[in-house]
T-cell receptor, first 114, second 116 residues
Framework: DTAVSQTPKYLVTQMGNDKSIKCEQN?????MYWYKQDSKKFLKIMFS???????INETVPNRFSPKSPDKAHLNLHINSLELGDSAVYFC?????????????FGEGSRLTVL | AQSVTQPDIHITVSEGASLELRCNYS??????LFWYVQSPGQGLQLLLK??????LVQGIKGFEAEFKRSQSSFNLRKPSVHWSDAAEYFC??????????????FGTGTKLQVIP
């Protein structure tokens, strides 16, 4: 069973289009994240939701809108796609165990904007 | 603000040789530190983490890391590298917020190449 699953895995689209990436986790975690990994492999946090509530919102263009219908799902919608949005987007969830914990990552969604 | 520096972008080692990947962090309080590994086309997998206690942490796949507060470092080591260890390695730091969640910041990664 996949713990954190993202769809689609690959997405190729034209500039100006709108696209969504979906993420689901079956781990029962309360907190989920979106990270963006650019062509140089740099991972940057974008958003985080805790039990459907937005708790982290980094400096991300407002063309990016996350939505969490329930704590097991965190989707990412991107409007008016630009060339610079091409990247791999990773969804993750946080397991908290007392003071310890870790991020569990999905396999990523590679977005290519032409 | 927290930050992580991985000074080595790319490292090449021979199979069977020892490995040390460097990581320095910047954070005002006691940090929570992680090492993740990313194989090509894959997501990230946790190798090990430090939250408190023993500063020498053992992880999966024979990796270990040592937290040195005086040097703000959390270097990753492995005594004998296998060809399957070739991957991208990320060091990360995160404070624990009152809500029980983490804002984890990643370094820029070190690409490990293993030669026969």
């Amino acid at each position: 069973d996949t713990a954190v699953s993202q769809t689609p895995k690959y997405l190729v689209t034209q500039m100006g289009n709108d696209k969504s990436i979906k993420c689901e986790q079956n781990l029962g975690h309360d907190t989920m994240y979106w990270y963006k990994q650019d062509s140089k492999k740099f991972l940057k946090i974008m958003f985080s939701y805790n039990n459907k509530e937005l708790i982290i919102n980094e400096t991300v263009p407002n063309r990016f809108s996350p939505k969490s219908p329930d704590k097991a799902h965190l989707n990412l919608h991107i409007n008016s796609l630009e060339l610079g949005d091409s990247a791999v987007y990773f969804c993750a969830s946080w397991s908290a165990a007392g003071e310890s914990g870790e991020l569990f990552f999905g396999e990523g969604s590679r977005l290519t904007v032409l | 603000a927290q930050s992580v520096t991985q000074p080595d972008i790319h490292i090449t080692v021979s199979e069977g040789a020892s490995l040390e990947l460097r990581c320095n962090y910047s954070y005002g309080a006691t940090p929570y530190l992680f090492w993740y590994v990313q194989s090509p086309g894959q997501g990230l997998q946790l190798l090990l983490k430090y939250f408190s206690g023993d500063t020498l942490v053992q992880g999966i796949k024979g990796f270990e890391a040592e937290f040195k507060r005086s040097q703000s470092s959390f270097n990753l080591r492995k005594p004998s590298v296998h060809w399957s260890d070739a991957a991208e390695y990320f060091c990360a730091v995160g404070p624990l917020h009152s809500g029980g969640y983490q804002k984890v910041t990643f370094g820029t990664g070190t690409k490990l190449q293993v030669i026969p």
